[in-house]
């Protein structure tokens, strides 16, 4: 089946990085998402990366790809309090008409000084 | 361009009412989606329109329907409300349904 997990909490101190982990279970998905949900808000997509890559890196974010292990990972640097928010990782998997996204439970980054 | 927008932001409903989330988007896009989201669980699927004219089931879809209006707007409508239904519901869209999906605010809806 379709199953997405990720750790509930994580804390870290402004200026360490955050390293964020997902496990998922279908191999055939297509790309895997990282989005961010601030209080009151809806989902706003951080980053993606293609299933046949392994890493990316966006500015102060980096995705690390383990295919093998079905395991993703989001690292924020320079961790801010405005980085305080619920992140989710979601997994695509192609429908006949549509891609499905699988998401996480979310994991709730509390940033502080 | 205002992205998806959704309405309303909050509703209070008793047992058995009904009602319409009403949900548009403005960048053109070809596929549009309900989602549900509880606490401790991530986002589940209840409809999606991969296309105008079209509607399919999610993963959740019991207790709902769903209407693609036109290209803009794609409504949910809950017949008579559960309690079982308090939620947080975000409408999405994308260009096809192969793309990033972007989100709308959510409505947070309360069934007493």
Same mark, same amino acid.
């Given at each position: 089946g379709e199953d997405v997990e990720q750790s509930l909490f994580l804390s870290v101190r402004e200026g360490d990085s955050s390293v964020i982990n997902c496990t998922y279970t279908? $191999? $055939? $998905? &297509?790309y895997l998402y990282w989005y961010k949900q601030e209080p009151g808000a809806g989902l706003q997509l951080l980053t993606y990366i293609f299933s046949n890559m392994d890493m990316k890196q966006d500015q102060r974010l980096t995705v690390l790809l383990n295919k093998k292990d079905k395991h993703l990972s989001l690292r924020i640097a320079d &961790?801010? &309090?405005?980085?305080s928010a619920i992140y989710f990782c979601a997994e695509s998997i192609l429908a006949y008409n549509t891609d499905k996204l699988i998401f996480g439970t979310g994991t709730r980054l509390q940033v502080f000084p | 361009n205002a992205g998806v927008t959704q309405t309303p932001k909050f509703q209070v409903l008793k047992t058995g009412q009904s009602m319409t989330l009403q949900c548009a988007q403005?960048?053109?896009?070809?596929s549009m989606y309900w989602y549900r989201q509880d606490p401790g669980m991530g986002l589940r699927l209840i409809y999606y329109s991969a296309s105008e004219g079209t509607t399919d089931k999610g993963e959740v879809p019991n207790g709902y329907n769903v209407s693609r209006?036109?290209?803009?707007e794609f409504s949910l409508r809950l017949e008579s409300a559960a309690p079982s239904q308090t939620s947080v519901y975000f409408c999405a869209s994308s260009e096809t349904g192969y793309n990033e999906q972007f989100f709308g605010p959510g409505t947070r809806l309360t069934v007493l």
């Amino acid at each position: 089946g379709e199953d997405v997990e990720q750790s509930l909490f994580l804390s870290v101190r402004e200026g360490d990085s955050s390293v964020i982990n997902c496990t998922y279970t279908d $191999s $055939s $998905s &297509t790309y895997l998402y990282w989005y961010k949900q601030e209080p009151g808000a809806g989902l706003q997509l951080l980053t993606y990366i293609f299933s046949n890559m392994d890493m990316k890196q966006d500015q102060r974010l980096t995705v690390l790809l383990n295919k093998k292990d079905k395991h993703l990972s989001l690292r924020i640097a320079d &961790t801010q &309090t405005g980085d305080s928010a619920i992140y989710f990782c979601a997994e695509s998997i192609l429908a006949y008409n549509t891609d499905k996204l699988i998401f996480g439970t979310g994991t709730r980054l509390q940033v502080f000084p | 361009n205002a992205g998806v927008t959704q309405t309303p932001k909050f509703q209070v409903l008793k047992t058995g009412q009904s009602m319409t989330l009403q949900c548009a988007q403005d960048m053109n896009h070809n596929s549009m989606y309900w989602y549900r989201q509880d606490p401790g669980m991530g986002l589940r699927l209840i409809y999606y329109s991969a296309s105008e004219g079209t509607t399919d089931k999610g993963e959740v879809p019991n207790g709902y329907n769903v209407s693609r209006l036109n290209k803009r707007e794609f409504s949910l409508r809950l017949e008579s409300a559960a309690p079982s239904q308090t939620s947080v519901y975000f409408c999405a869209s994308s260009e096809t349904g192969y793309n990033e999906q972007f989100f709308g605010p959510g409505t947070r809806l309360t069934v007493l």
